[in-house]
């Protein structure tokens, strides 16, 4: 009998061993970095751990029924930390976890970004530095994060050197290459898993870019489960931010849906006149059909409006007392208005497909359609005097030709610049006034505001596979589609009348002021003296189409003591433009569609990286690539005409870098040397000018198109993090770069106005350093992360060899004409101008917390701490120049001051 009861017993052990086992949970651990799987990962449940294999896949089993935890740590990468609750005899699957490297910044701690850009400048695009601020790489998570407060670019490299992908679609605009983060801004949770490819290194999404290339990955299952709420304060460029995101995971029903929504606002940011208003909305979802298929679709809308800075001189800036007055606002009826605001709306969807018929291959396709518009007002005004208050004319210190400045003029005016705000500020209720008067006598109006539109509409292609052929190679590629619009026009924002009955007439008010022809100031012969009210089109109307394709493949091979890649790339590009205006000054080429141009083009690349051992590494990349001139920059005048710039030639890059890396457990370091030869760059600039080469009297609006821009880039990078203990961590960063012009590229100015010819002549720009970049930049940092989740980061950074963006115009034999050889007249008017070096110290302190289900995550940073206000971040010489007297100080240079002290409180909770 005792046996009987003793085998039963038994029996029922061993069945409970066996339903206990099968309380199961598996998953997938990812970099967020790359999205690859990462092995050695810890996983632990209670008492129960594991590490994760080659292909990041963890399971633990026998877990007590209910509710359990899962923590998932490394070194290398930050700890996560996620309730569950499994049933009896349940195999749950937990998905797919990414883990971000520690080091790299917070992203829901917002650096310099595009929300900074609130400043009115022509000059640069919008930097690429702060979404590398994810990477591991220490210098690069560093250069993307506290060298962006100088507008740091890396190696030195324009935006369009970048490629940006959501979902394997390109995200660079069609015109000009660059990508705009606005159209996505605010939607961090969203946005958060990327793979980051360093130049034209080994890529699983793209062949590639000098600048890097960024793929953000937004599929539903990839998303953290969760329910989070997140509120931000500073004193930046925006005050407040709230922002919401609910993500389920892969669900049982094989399932996935993510949203993500904020808001970011002012009334006014740091600099006075200026404000922020952003709201931003996103859902992915996903469905896995089965093993092999699975479909997810992505939304995305971010609207804005800025109100925008601009730069001025050191004159104005220290009558104000400030290194950051305003000219764009004003006061109108005792509240603050900005002429220039830029409002963005371009939402777009991408739909996914992801296939994986076999284990070693899968093939993503995408199709992306986006439709939007950007616009930018700005103030008009026609028979009337400049409203602007920094006008050179309107300062203390202006003296006309031949003349000096009066001192008892030059008194009172610095007096009412100190006093008066409608003085030193625009003044809105004069303009108002004047449009008033000219109204009641049945005249249009002299003030203005317009709007400049950018409207695009485009179409995306992507299929992307990946052949893991063995454990030697892997084979990935390509093929891409683009089909592009992109409608350019102005319309009548305010004719700052209160009647209603003010109106504009849609002439060009320079070619009506230099010819007797009534059809040469037409801004459309076939709406000859059209009268313009509020919301309607005028000026210029004009398309730019542009459709793209591409295929490329990469080849990458493992050894034993060697990595190798190679890839190859080809292309084809074709862009038009079509007028919907007939142009008084064109009327043979401005209205309808013009002549097709087209561009083929290649790169190669390869790379290698040898073993020395286990922890140090040799590595070099080299590159060459052919790209076409961008639609934006081939067109002499595109708002009149549609002529080419002559000659256009494709842009030829060579590029290399060689690398020594060294892995250690506690010590992690990076050195590379870098080339790059950049060849036939075409640039396109824009702006009134009232004193060109044909006298005093020639003023107009031109387009200043300079080609045969060759550059060259060299220099050394370094970073280094050294973790002197299991708390803290020592850091290094150093960016030497030497960025020059290496050609006198030919310029040729058209006059809008049509009353003088082209003029082309040669710059002397020959041995120039690249301007809007310091060449120079370091940072040194400590880091201390407490093992209670607390943390304490320190950085002073360094920033120099930075120089101020010049005028073509001044290096021309025509702007020393007359001078003597040796005069040193010559020297102060060619030579560029260095900006001083600058410093600044940064700090954040974190906390990390968990309370029942709740986990509550406190971040705060302070930039710039001491509050040094003397760092000139950018700006540019005046386009005017007085080729009378040689005089460069009647057109001095502008420019911007980078921000104080400032800086940002996020608290987030997560359930």
Same mark, same amino acid.
């Given at each position: 009998?005792?046996?009987?009861?003793?085998?039963?017993?038994?029996?029922?052990?061993?069945?409970?061993?066996?339903?206990?086992?099968?309380?199961?949970?598996?998953?997938?651990?990812?970099?967020?970095?790359?999205?690859?799987?990462?092995?050695?990962?810890? %996983?632990?449940?209670?008492?129960?751990?594991?590490?994760?294999?080659?292909?990041?896949?963890?399971?633990?089993?026998?877990?007590?029924?209910?509710?359990?935890?899962?923590?998932?740590?490394?070194?290398?990468?930050?700890?996560?930390?996620?309730?569950?609750?499994?049933?009896?005899?349940?195999?749950?699957?937990?998905?797919?976890?990414?883990?971000?490297?520690?080091?790299?910044?917070?992203?829901?701690?917002?650096?310099?970004?595009?929300?900074?850009?609130?400043?009115?400048?022509?000059?640069?695009?919008?930097?690429?530095?702060?979404?590398?601020?994810?990477?591991?790489?220490?210098?690069?998570?560093?250069?993307?994060?506290?060298?962006?407060?100088?507008?740091?670019?890396?190696?030195?490299?324009?935006?369009?050197?970048?490629?940006?992908?959501?979902?394997?679609?390109?995200?660079?605009?069609?015109?000009?290459?660059?990508?705009?983060?606005?159209?996505?801004?605010?939607?961090?949770?969203?946005?958060?898993?990327?793979?980051?490819?360093?130049?034209?290194?080994?890529?699983?999404?793209?062949?590639?870019?000098?600048?890097?290339?960024?793929?953000?990955?937004?599929?539903?299952?990839?998303?953290?489960?969760?329910?989070?709420?997140?509120?931000?304060?500073?004193?930046?460029?925006?005050?407040?931010?709230?922002?919401?995101?609910?993500?389920?995971?892969?669900?049982?029903?094989?399932?996935? %849906?993510?949203?993500?929504?904020?808001?970011?606002?002012?009334?006014?940011?740091?600099?006075?006149?200026?404000?922020?208003?952003?709201?931003?909305?996103?859902?992915?979802?996903?469905?896995?059909?089965?093993?092999?298929?699975?479909?997810?679709?992505?939304?995305?809308?971010?609207?804005?409006?800025?109100?925008?800075?601009?730069?001025?001189?050191?004159?104005?800036?220290?009558?104000?007392?400030?290194?950051?007055?305003?000219?764009?606002?004003?006061?109108?009826?005792?509240? %603050?208005?900005?002429?220039?605001?830029?409002?963005?709306?371009?939402?777009?969807?991408?739909?996914?497909?992801?296939?994986?018929?076999?284990?070693?291959?899968?093939?993503?396709?995408?199709?992306?359609?986006?439709?939007?518009?950007?616009?930018?007002?700005?103030?008009?005004?026609?028979?009337?005097?400049?409203?602007?208050?920094?006008?050179?004319?309107?300062?203390?210190?202006?003296?006309?030709?031949?003349?000096? %400045?009066?001192? !008892?003029?030059?008194?009172?005016?610095?007096?009412?610049?100190?006093?008066?705000?409608?003085?030193?500020?625009?003044?809105?209720?004069?303009?108002?006034?004047?449009?008033?008067?000219?109204?009641?006598?049945?005249?249009?109006?002299?003030?203005?505001?317009?709007?400049?539109?950018?409207?695009?509409?485009?179409?995306?292609?992507?299929?992307?596979?990946?052949?893991?052929?063995?454990?030697?190679?892997?084979?990935?590629?390509?093929?891409?589609?683009?089909?592009?619009?992109?409608?350019? !026009?102005?319309?009548?924002?305010?004719?700052?009348?209160?009647?209603?009955?003010?109106?504009?007439?849609?002439?060009?008010?320079? #070619?009506?002021?230099?010819?007797?022809?009534?059809?040469?100031?037409?801004?459309?012969?076939?709406?000859?003296?059209?009268?313009?009210?509020?919301?309607?089109?005028?000026?210029?109307?004009?398309?730019?189409?542009?459709?793209? #394709?591409?295929?490329?493949?990469?080849?990458?091979?493992?050894?034993?003591?060697?990595?190798?890649?190679?890839?190859?790339?080809?292309?084809?590009?074709?862009?038009?433009?079509?007028?919907?205006?007939?142009?008084?000054?064109?009327?043979?080429?401005?209205?309808?569609?013009?002549?097709?141009?087209?561009?083929?083009?290649?790169?190669?690349?390869?790379?290698?990286?040898?073993?020395?051992?286990?922890?140090?590494?040799?590595?070099?990349?080299?590159?060459?690539?052919?790209?076409?001139?961008?639609?934006?920059?081939?067109?002499?005048?595109?708002?009149?005409?549609?002529?080419?710039?002559?000659?256009?030639?494709?842009?030829?890059?060579?590029?290399?870098?060689?690398?020594?890396?060294?892995?250690?457990?506690?010590?992690?370091?990076?050195?590379?040397?870098?080339?790059?030869?950049?060849?036939?760059?075409?640039?396109?600039?824009?702006?009134?000018?009232?004193?060109?080469?044909?006298?005093?009297?020639?003023?107009?609006?031109?387009?200043?198109?300079?080609?045969?821009?060759?550059?060259?880039?060299?220099?050394?990078?370094?970073?280094?993090?050294?973790?002197?203990?299991?708390?803290?961590?020592?850091?290094?960063?150093?960016? !030497?770069?030497?960025?020059?012009?290496?050609?006198?590229?030919?310029?040729?100015?058209?006059?809008?106005?049509?009353?003088?010819?082209?003029?082309?002549?040669?710059?002397?720009?020959?041995?120039? !350093?690249?301007?809007?970049?310091?060449?120079?930049?370091?940072? #040194?940092?400590?880091?201390?992360?407490?093992?209670?989740?607390?943390?304490?980061?320190?950085?002073?950074?360094?920033?120099?060899?930075?120089?101020?963006?010049?005028?073509?115009?001044?290096?021309?034999?025509?702007?020393?004409?007359?001078?003597?050889?040796?005069?040193?007249?010559?020297?102060?008017?060619?030579?560029?101008?260095?900006?001083?070096?600058?410093?600044?110290?940064?700090?954040?302190?974190?906390?990390?917390?968990?309370?029942?289900?709740?986990?509550?995550?406190?971040?705060?940073?302070?930039?710039?701490?001491?509050?040094?206000?003397?760092?000139?971040?950018?700006?540019?010489?005046?386009?005017?120049?007085?080729?009378?007297?040689?005089?460069?100080?009647?057109?001095?240079?502008?420019?911007?001051?980078?921000?104080?002290?400032?800086?940002?409180?996020?608290?987030?909770?997560?359930?």
């Amino acid at each position: 009998m005792i046996n009987k009861y003793i085998s039963l017993l038994v029996l029922m052990f061993v069945f409970g061993l066996n339903a206990i086992s099968q309380n199961r949970i598996s998953g997938i651990i990812l970099n967020q970095e790359n999205q690859k799987p990462v092995k050695d990962i810890s %996983v632990k449940s209670g008492a129960l751990e594991t590490k994760t294999d080659n292909k990041g896949f963890f399971e633990l089993k026998n877990l007590p029924v209910g509710k359990n935890n899962i923590i998932i740590s490394s070194d290398d990468f930050e700890q996560i930390t996620e309730d569950f609750e499994i049933s009896e005899n349940e195999d749950k699957d937990l998905g797919t976890f990414v883990l971000r490297a520690k080091g790299a910044v917070s992203e829901d701690l917002e650096g310099i970004s595009e929300v900074d850009l609130d400043f009115d400048d022509g000059n640069t695009g919008q930097y690429i530095s702060g979404i590398l601020s994810s990477s591991s790489d220490i210098f690069v998570s560093t250069a993307g994060f506290v060298f962006s407060y100088a507008f740091f670019k890396m190696r030195g490299y324009d935006s369009e050197y970048s490629d940006i992908y959501m979902n394997g679609i390109l995200m660079n605009d069609a015109e000009n290459e660059r990508a705009s983060f606005s159209d996505w801004g605010g939607l961090n949770d969203l946005t958060r898993n990327k793979e980051i490819a360093p130049g034209i290194s080994s890529s699983e999404f793209a062949f590639g870019n000098i600048g890097g290339s960024t793929n953000i990955n937004t599929r539903a299952s990839l998303i953290r489960k969760q329910n989070k709420l997140t509120y931000s304060y500073t004193n930046r460029s925006y005050h407040q931010r709230l922002m919401l995101t609910y993500a389920t995971g892969l669900m049982k029903n094989n399932w996935a %849906v993510a949203f993500n929504a904020s808001r970011r606002w002012a009334v006014e940011g740091y600099v006075p006149g200026t404000f922020f208003d952003q709201w931003a909305y996103s859902v992915a979802i996903e469905k896995k059909i089965n093993k092999k298929h699975s479909i997810a679709l992505t939304g995305i809308a971010s609207p804005s409006r800025k109100g925008m800075q601009a730069a001025s001189t050191q004159e104005v800036y220290d009558l104000m007392g400030t290194k950051y007055y305003n000219p764009n606002w004003g006061y109108q009826n005792g509240e %603050v208005r900005n002429a220039r605001v830029k409002s963005n709306n371009q939402p777009f969807g991408i739909l996914t497909h992801y296939f994986t018929p076999t284990p070693k291959f899968n093939l993503t396709t995408s199709i992306g359609y986006s439709s939007g518009k950007d616009g930018y007002t700005a103030l008009n005004w026609f028979n009337a005097a400049d409203p602007r208050p920094d006008y050179y004319r309107y300062l203390p210190n202006y003296k006309p030709i031949g003349g000096t %400045v009066d001192p !008892y003029i030059s008194g009172i005016i610095t007096e009412n610049w100190k006093t008066d705000p409608s003085t030193s500020q625009l003044d809105w209720d004069k303009f108002y006034q004047y449009n008033y008067l000219l109204t009641l006598e049945g005249k249009p109006a002299n003030y203005t505001i317009e709007n400049r539109i950018d409207q695009q509409k485009q179409l995306s292609f992507n299929s992307l596979y990946r052949y893991y052929l063995n454990d030697i190679i892997t084979i990935t590629g390509g093929i891409s589609y683009r089909k592009y619009k992109g409608r350019h !026009y102005k319309v009548m924002e305010d004719l700052l009348d209160v009647t209603g009955n003010s109106y504009w007439i849609d002439i060009d008010k320079f #070619a009506l002021r230099d010819s007797s022809d009534e059809n040469f100031a037409q801004n459309d012969i076939n709406n000859p003296n059209r009268v313009i009210k509020e919301g309607d089109k005028f000026g210029y109307d004009y398309e730019i189409l542009n459709n793209f #394709a591409q295929l490329w493949s990469q080849a990458d091979f493992n050894l034993n003591k060697f990595d190798i890649y190679i890839g190859a790339k080809g292309s084809y590009t074709e862009f038009w433009r079509n007028g919907y205006m007939k142009n008084g000054k064109a009327p043979e080429n401005s209205y309808g569609k013009s002549a097709k141009v087209n561009f083929t083009n290649y790169g190669i690349k390869a790379g290698v990286t040898y073993k020395i051992s286990g922890r140090h590494y040799i590595v070099a990349n080299a590159g060459y690539i052919t790209s076409p001139p961008n639609s934006r920059t081939s067109y002499l005048s595109p708002r009149i005409k549609d002529n080419l710039v002559k000659d256009l030639e494709n842009e030829i890059i060579k590029t290399g870098d060689i690398n020594y890396v060294a892995r250690f457990p506690r010590f992690k370091t990076r050195i590379t040397l870098y080339q790059t030869y950049i060849y036939n760059q075409v640039t396109n600039e824009s702006f009134y000018l009232d004193n060109p080469l044909f006298g005093s009297n020639s003023t107009s609006f031109v387009n200043f198109i300079s080609q045969g821009i060759n550059k060259s880039h060299q220099g050394i990078e370094f970073g280094s993090d050294f973790k002197a203990s299991s708390s803290i961590s020592l850091n290094g960063v150093i960016a !030497y770069g030497d960025h020059r012009y290496t050609s006198r590229p030919n310029v040729t100015v058209t006059y809008e106005n049509g009353i003088y010819p082209d003029a082309s002549y040669t710059t002397y720009l020959k041995n120039f !350093y690249v301007t809007g970049t310091p060449q120079i930049a370091g940072s #040194a940092g400590i880091k201390y992360m407490h093992p209670k989740y607390w943390f304490l980061n320190v950085n002073w950074n360094y920033f120099g060899k930075s120089y101020l963006s010049f005028n073509p115009d001044r290096r021309t034999e025509q702007a020393t004409k007359g001078l003597g050889e040796g005069d040193p007249l010559i020297a102060i008017i060619t030579e560029p101008e260095r900006l001083p070096d600058g410093y600044t110290l940064d700090a954040s302190l974190g906390k990390s917390l968990k309370y029942k289900k709740y986990y509550f995550n406190i971040n705060f940073s302070v930039s710039n701490i001491l509050n040094n206000q003397d760092i000139i971040t950018g700006g540019y010489e005046q386009k005017r120049y007085s080729y009378e007297d040689h005089d460069i100080s009647r057109f001095p240079p502008k420019y911007f001051y980078g921000k104080g002290r400032t800086y940002y409180l996020n608290f987030s909770v997560r359930f």
